[in-house]
């Protein structure tokens, strides 16, 4: 089929390589020369594993350009996966949802093209996004529009770092339309994923316990909530874990012991139980607070993800006040943290907690010094007034430190030679954000090891 998507950030990148790779023609849209440049070269702008690869790949079948002419037209489905950011009050800004839809529906010349919005946006979105299609499209082609498109829902569920994995071996597909000939050409378009029939790539074999994937077809608004819900109740798990963790500390409990417990009960489910600094990223901070503006505007309440929201503003605060407790003074004291992306294996730093904590350190007076294994150059670009506290080496985190804070779980950070480290620290510290770290095998190697839940 011939697909357009317009946007080639993490979202619109993945659905379209992916794509291309199942054999479908795709032409990716972005205004942004520089990022066409780079991909039209077979580079990604984005840190994605197997990125490089899949694009190697699906070369012949992937087309890069600034132009919308040259990619809408005649396209059976048209993604649009443009940056929705936040506004103050929590809704999304969709000042670029709205001029990518004028272009796309100015384009528009077809028999039928169903385009859907993949961003991230308020529920009624698709209606919106429907009438500025027709107003555009109407007034580029001096009449009214005769069932030549329709706007479906089709939100993904892709985390960083798997983004590929889980776009070619995802749990469910969601489509809201209400339009059976758009459900019929997002089924074609889905066919070999949905049947897992095609053949997987060398480096990214299938999971051996998937089977078919279900189709969960829906109207426009209850596929527009499941993304939205989806979020909020893997966000609330993650606070859930953090709350019940801090109990855990008070009452001597061991919070691993504790999540171990209740995941095994298949009720709840072993998965984002995993406590300590809590969520960032660029989907539960913004997807929370989309919701609870939604809700506002409906006069409705929503106390438990407002909730979760506040305990993971808690979980970053711990860390102030558990380094606070141990060294009694911040002031002067030398602090490194491990790891500024929000989570391992994406360079992503949304909304991610190593941002907020250096932040209040740098408040109270302390000296931080950063490092990350693979953010740190994009790092230099997005948070100029940090930069100056970025480490070259790792080493210069533990040099002379009071202490060290694991804040993101990078693999190079476990298997650090942890032991050598103690020695070069003034105090050996070691703050594990993510409950990691063998406590048992550290204190062996002589640090003092604290958790920002529990004990
Ligand atoms: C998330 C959703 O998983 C995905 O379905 C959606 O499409 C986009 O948002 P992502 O933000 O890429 O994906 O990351 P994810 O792996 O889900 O982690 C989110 C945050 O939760 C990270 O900061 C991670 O460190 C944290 N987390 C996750 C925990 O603190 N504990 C856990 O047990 C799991």
């Avoid at 706007?151 to 339009?179: C, H, K, M, W």
């Avoid at 758009?182 to 997987?200: A, E, G």
């Avoid at 995941?263 to 969520?279: A, C, N, V």
């Avoid at 693979?374 to 948070?383: C, K, L, M």
Wanted: proline fraction near 5%; include cysteine.
């Amino acid at each position: 089929m011939k697909v357009c998507v317009v946007g080639t950030g993490y979202v619109g990148l993945t659905t379209g390589v992916s794509l291309a790779f199942l054999g479908h023609d795709v032409t990716c849209v972005d205004l942004d020369q520089a990022k066409v440049d780079l991909l039209s070269g077979g580079r990604s702008p984005i840190y994605e594993p197997h990125m490089d690869a899949l694009l190697a790949d699906s070369a012949e079948r992937m087309t890069f350009t600034t132009d919308y002419s040259a990619a809408v037209p005649g396209a059976d489905v048209v993604f649009i996966a443009v940056q929705t950011p936040s506004l103050p009050d929590g809704n999304p800004d969709l000042q670029y949802l709205r001029s990518a839809a004028e272009s796309v529906g100015q384009h528009i010349d077809g028999e039928f093209t169903v385009v859907i919005n993949k961003s991230t946006v308020p529920i009624g979105s698709s209606n919106w996004v429907d009438s500025i299609l027709r107003e555009s499209f109407e007034r580029t082609h001096e009449r009214r529009s005769d069932g030549e498109f329709s706007v479906a829902s089709n939100p993904e569920f892709l985390r960083q770092g798997a983004a590929i994995q889980d776009t070619l071996y995802p749990d469910r597909i969601v489509v809201g339309s209400d339009n059976p000939r758009s459900l019929d050409v997002l089924n074609r378009l889905y066919r070999t994923i949905l049947n897992q029939t095609f053949t997987p790539p060398t480096y990214l074999p299938r999971p051996a316990e998937l089977g078919a994937v279900p189709m969960v077809s829906t109207d426009l608004a209850s596929a527009e909530l499941i993304k939205y819900a989806a979020n909020a109740f893997l966000a609330l798990k993650i606070s859930f874990a953090n709350e019940i963790g801090q109990l855990a500390g008070k009452v001597g409990a061991d919070i691993s012991q504790v999540t171990r417990g209740i995941g095994l009960d298949t009720r709840i489910g072993p998965r984002f139980l995993q406590p300590g600094i809590g969520w960032g990223g660029s989907c539960f901070g913004k997807d929370t607070a989309a919701l609870i503006a939604t809700s506002a505007e409906y006069h409705h309440a929503m106390p438990i993800v407002t909730a979760a929201r506040e305990v993971n503003q808690m979980q970053r605060r711990l860390v102030v006040d558990r380094l606070l407790d141990e060294l009694r003074i911040l002031k002067g004291r030398k602090i490194g943290l491990l790891g500024l992306a929000f989570k391992p294996n994406t360079d992503d730093m949304r909304d991610a907690p190593a941002l907020d904590i250096a932040r209040m350190l740098i408040d109270r007076g302390a000296r931080i010094r950063l490092h990350d294994p693979v953010a740190a150059e994009r790092f230099r670009r997005e948070q100029p007034e940090l930069a100056p506290y970025l480490a070259g080496e790792v080493e210069e985190i533990f040099d002379d430190s009071d202490a060290v804070v694991l804040v993101t779980e990078w693999s190079e950070y476990l298997d650090l030679d942890w032991g050598k480290f103690a020695s070069l620290m003034r105090t050996p510290v070691v703050l594990d954000g993510r409950h990691c770290l063998d406590p048992e095998r550290l204190v062996k190697l002589g640090y003092r090891y604290l958790a920002v839940t529990g004990r």
